[in-house]
């Protein structure tokens, strides 16, 4: 008998921590195994690059083995950064001319050396207004950093078995635990150097933005305006060790920093009314470490004038509270909406 496929342990990289999320899936039902985070050292990162990857690594094997997770078949996830999403139209035609037309004339469609590239594409369905047409959806991400990321899995002690990517991670997370109605949705995952958005339509994808906006921002300018290290920033920004007459300060580092961020997603929010002007957004979906900001979602609802939502994939699952603390759980769930959209993922799955 042919062994069935089983879930992978869905591994986030981010450039503040890593995270690892273990679920079991049968008959529909998704039960939270095992889940965690633990932070990156300083030095690991350097403007959103791995700089250390030895000290990421080590941060993932004490991780995974804090949590004891045994397993080494793992799911993660290039940045939306490395990669190119383009979806083009093409006329009606089986899989098999699908592949040898890709193989022919993937030039075109791809701004980099094609050598230099791993291609992927899958079609999404019919065009819109162009019955005779197929809308495809072409990923190319450098072999280099493919190829890295790989190198780093198998450094930290698990084995690669999927690289995808962060927008369809975050996109499979919440059609996995929210569900994808008729409604036109975006999904926006802030972390502590960038963010991502992605906007879905009828549970296809139809437009992907990087943002350059994240929480290191905050500890960055708390550090400049205190001239203290970024070290006792972050601690200042969690309110560790922040005195009474500092308090409006730092607010007003938040508020600011809170100002930027709603400019920068209301710009992409625009931008994709700009060329998909038939299609209107119904709710906007935070996650992301960055997400609970205070007031974040409420100072964002006001400016883009749609309904904001903290989006916690984690409250939608089931897991038992004797091993999981729910106050945990809220807090850390939208923190870990990627991972958990990876570990959906199964072996033996294309």
């Avoid at 700089?51 to 080590?58: G, M, Q, T």
């Avoid at 230099?116 to 959806?137: H, T």
């Avoid at 979602?297 to 904001?308: A, M, Q, T, Y």
């Amino acid at each position: 008998m042919f062994k069935k496929p089983e879930n992978l342990i869905g591994l986030d990289i981010g450039s503040h921590a890593v995270k690892l999320v273990q679920i079991s899936a049968k008959n529909s039902t998704v039960k939270l195994l095992n889940f965690g985070v633990a932070p990156l050292p300083k030095d690991a990162f350097s403007e959103g690059r791995i700089k250390r990857p030895d000290l990421v690594a080590s941060s993932i094997q004490q991780l995974a083995g804090h949590l004891k997770i045994k397993e080494k078949g793992v799911a993660a996830s290039v940045s939306g950064f490395e990669v190119m999403i383009k979806k083009i139209d093409l006329p009606m035609m089986t899989e098999e001319e699908l592949d040898n037309r890709m193989q022919d004339e993937l030039g075109q469609y791809i701004p980099y050396n094609i050598d230099d590239v791993g291609v992927d594409y899958q079609v999404l369905g019919v065009a819109k207004d162009r019955p005779n047409f197929m809308e495809v959806m072409l990923v190319a991400a450098k072999k280099e950093s493919i190829s890295d990321y790989v190198s780093l899995i198998r450094m930290s002690g698990f084995e690669p078995m999927i690289v995808d990517v962060d927008y369809f991670a975050l996109s499979n997370a919440f059609e996995s635990t929210y569900g994808f109605g008729e409604e036109s949705i975006a999904l926006i995952d802030i972390g502590a150097s960038k963010a991502i958005m992605s906007i879905i339509d009828r549970g296809v994808p139809v437009f992907t933005r990087g943002i350059s906006i994240g929480g290191a921002q905050i500890t960055e300018k708390i550090g400049e305006h205190f001239r203290v290290s970024l070290e006792e920033a972050e601690r200042m920004k969690l309110g560790e060790v922040i005195s009474e007459t500092q308090i409006k300060e730092v607010e007003e580092i938040f508020v600011s920093s809170v100002r930027t961020w709603v400019n920068e997603c209301k710009r992409a929010i625009d931008f994709f009314y700009s060329n998909y002007s038939d299609t209107q957004i119904g709710k906007v979906y935070l996650s992301g470490g960055s997400s609970r900001m205070a007031g974040l979602d409420k100072v964002l609802e006001e400016h883009v004038e749609i309904p904001v939502e903290i989006f916690n994939p984690l409250s939608k699952i089931e897991h038992d509270p004797k091993l999981f603390d729910p106050a945990y759980v809220d807090f850390v769930g939208p923190q870990v909406a990627i991972s958990l959209g990876l570990s959906l993922r199964k072996t033996k799955e294309k």
